[in-house]
């Protein structure tokens, strides 16, 4: 099948998804939304973040989607059962990463950094309960990180004095492992490595998105068979300078109003 995968998150985290999805299934044509005019998803509220996926889901359907990956924590966990309940296609999500945290620390404690919607919502809980009742699990809302991360400043000294307060709890509660619940944060490993001690493992979701996406896309007999050059899209509805830069030059980010 050649119509694309959809690919939708709250701006330009999501393109770290985008990455892992395009190395594992080069000859997948992808569109990319990113909703900067809307960032951050993690403030707001269960109603508001199921309403802004819904339109996101429609554009991509209108654009001739066969599955749509939802590469957004906070909207896989506030929004993919509605989504799952409304369209016929096959739709992936993203979930913070506590089960290989909790399966695999030695100190029985691990950190999650995520958005106030990820880890208020029912199926962070849930998951939580289910893999990760018998460890310590830091939580830590990354309050302003996204929107630093939106205009550019992923590396700069503003990030780094917020991300020493957020990890100071994680730190003095001997964490071994970080699980970076938001699609946003893998930009920021750069300077996680440069501030956490050799021992502490970061760990995302990414690559477990793509292998999900792939299955699913073979179980449902909709892998692109034909050796045709691909097409990557991308749209952003703010900053499309931004997001070119986390991409490399070879791709082009449109300006497009939804
Ligand atoms: N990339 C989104 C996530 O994975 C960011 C959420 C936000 O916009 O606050 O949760």
């Not at 290989?100 to 950094?113: C, D, E, M, S, Y």
């Not at 070119?244 to 300006?255: F, K, R």
């Amino acid at each position: 099948m050649r119509q694309p995968i959809g690919i939708f998150d709250s701006g330009v985290g999501g393109t770290s998804i985008w990455k892992e999805i395009h190395t594992l299934l080069p000859n997948e044509n992808t569109i990319y939304l990113a909703d900067s005019k809307h960032a951050p998803y993690g403030n707001k509220s269960k109603e508001r973040i199921i309403e802004l996926s819904i339109k996101n889901t429609e554009l991509l359907l209108e654009k001739d989607c066969k599955l749509i990956v939802v590469a957004c924590n906070t909207a896989t966990t506030n929004a993919i059962k509605t989504l799952r309940e409304t369209y016929p296609i096959p739709f992936i999500g993203i979930e913070p990463a506590i089960k290989p945290a909790a399966f695999r620390t030695q100190t029985k404690t691990v950190g999650i950094l995520a958005t106030k919607g990820t880890l208020s919502s029912e199926l962070f809980h849930k998951t939580t309960n289910l893999f990760a009742n018998n460890i310590t699990v830091v939580e830590q809302i990354g309050e302003g990180i996204v929107p630093l991360i939106e205009s550019g400043k992923a590396q700069s000294d503003e990030m780094k004095s917020l991300l020493k307060i957020y990890l100071k709890p994680m730190l003095d509660a001997n964490i071994d492992y970080l699980v970076l619940g938001c699609t946003h944060y893998p930009y920021l490993i750069p300077l996680l490595v440069e501030m956490l001690p050799k021992h502490i493992k970061i760990i995302d979701s990414g690559e477990a998105v793509a292998l999900q996406t792939k299955a699913v896309l073979k179980q449902y007999n909709m892998l692109n068979l034909q050796v045709s050059k691909n097409k990557s899209q991308f749209y952003s509805n703010e900053n499309p300078k931004v997001m070119s830069s986390l991409l490399s030059d070879s791709y082009n980010v449109d300006y497009l109003d939804f």
